[in-house]
T-cell receptor, first 115, second 112 residues
Framework: DSGVTQTPKHLITATGQRVTLRCSPRSGDLSVYWYQQSLDQGLQFLIQYYNGEERAKGNILERFSAQQFPDLHSELNLSSLELGDSALYFC??????????????FGPGTRLTVT | GQSLEQPSEVTAVEGAIVQINCTYQTSGFYGLSWYQQHDGGAPTFLSYNALDGLEETGRFSSFLSRSDSYGYLLLQELQMKDSASYFCAVRDLGAGNTPLVFGKGTRLSVIA
C-alpha cells in the first residue's frame, strides 16, 4: 500500500459525458501527478501540482483539467469523453517538488471505460 | 525532447540473473529511476541513480553510466513474483519540463 488513494476504482460512462477522478496523496507529500496509461501509449504524464499550484503540464488534452485543493487532494476532470479516453488513470505523489520527482508513489488507479 | 529505449520483453529462468537495459536521450539529466508494475497494479518505485555506478538494494541493483547515457536494472535470484513490467524513467527539462518521462517498459517473464 503506497498511501495514495484514488476513487473510484472503476468508472464506466458514455461518450460525451464528464467524469471526475479523485486522489489523496500520501501524508506529507506536497506534489501530485496525474498519468494516463493505455496499452499503446504507455505511461503518459498529464499534469503536476505542487502545494496547490500547477507545476508542470504534459500532453493533457484541453478537455481535461485538474486542480489541487488546500487539503492537498487533487481531482482530474475529464469532459466530452471519447472512446479513446478509455485507459487507466494513475495519481502519484512525492514529498517535494522538482528535486523529488524521481521517487513517486502511485495510487491503485482508476480504470475508465468509455462506451 | 527526450527518448528512452528498453527491450519490450525479456524471459528468464527462476533463480537466474537478468539485466534490463535502458538508454536515454534527454535535455539535461537529473538521474535515472526504475519502477516495477505487476499486471493490474500500480507502478512502484525501485531505485534511483544520480551518479555513475552501481546501487544495490537486496536482490535488485541499478547501474548508471552518464557518459554512455545508459543504465540497467539487475535482478538476481529471480523469483516467479518478479514477473512484471519494468520501466526506466528520467526527468526532462526540455520544453515540457516533465517531472518524469517513462520508457515503454520491459515485460519480464520468469519461467520455472
Amino acid at each position: 500500500d503506497s498511501g495514495v488513494t484514488q476513487t473510484p476504482k472503476h468508472l464506466i460512462t458514455a461518450t460525451g459525458q464528464r467524469v471526475t477522478l479523485r486522489c489523496s496523496p500520501r501524508s506529507g507529500d506536497l506534489s501530485v501527478y496525474w498519468y494516463q496509461q493505455s496499452l499503446d501509449q504507455g505511461l503518459q504524464f498529464l499534469i503536476q501540482y505542487y502545494n496547490g499550484e500547477e507545476r508542470a503540464k504534459g500532453n493533457i488534452l484541453e478537455r481535461f483539467s485538474a486542480q489541487q485543493f488546500p487539503d492537498l487532494h487533487s481531482e482530474l476532470n475529464l469532459s466530452s469523453l471519447e472512446l479513446g479516453d478509455s485507459a487507466l488513470y494513475f495519481c502519484a505523489s512525492s514529498v517535494g517538488g522538482d528535486g523529488y520527482s524521481y521517487e513517486q508513489y502511485f495510487g491503485p488507479g482508476t480504470r475508465l471505460t468509455v462506451t | 525532447g527526450q527518448s528512452l529505449e528498453q527491450p519490450s520483453e525479456v524471459t528468464a529462468v527462476e533463480g537466474a540473473i537478468v539485466q534490463i537495459n535502458c538508454t536515454y536521450q534527454t535535455s539535461g539529466f537529473y538521474g535515472l529511476s526504475w519502477y516495477q508494475q505487476h499486471d493490474g497494479g500500480a507502478p512502484t518505485f525501485l531505485s534511483y541513480n544520480a551518479l555513475d555506478g552501481l546501487e544495490e538494494t537486496g536482490r535488485f541493483s541499478s547501474f548508471l553510466s552518464r557518459s554512455d547515457s545508459y543504465g540497467y536494472l539487475l535482478l538476481q535470484e529471480l523469483q516467479m513474483k518478479d514477473s512484471a513490467s519494468y520501466f526506466c524513467a528520467v526527468r526532462d527539462l526540455g520544453a515540457g519540463n516533465t517531472p518524469l518521462v517513462f520508457g515503454k517498459g520491459t515485460r519480464l517473464s520468469v519461467i520455472a
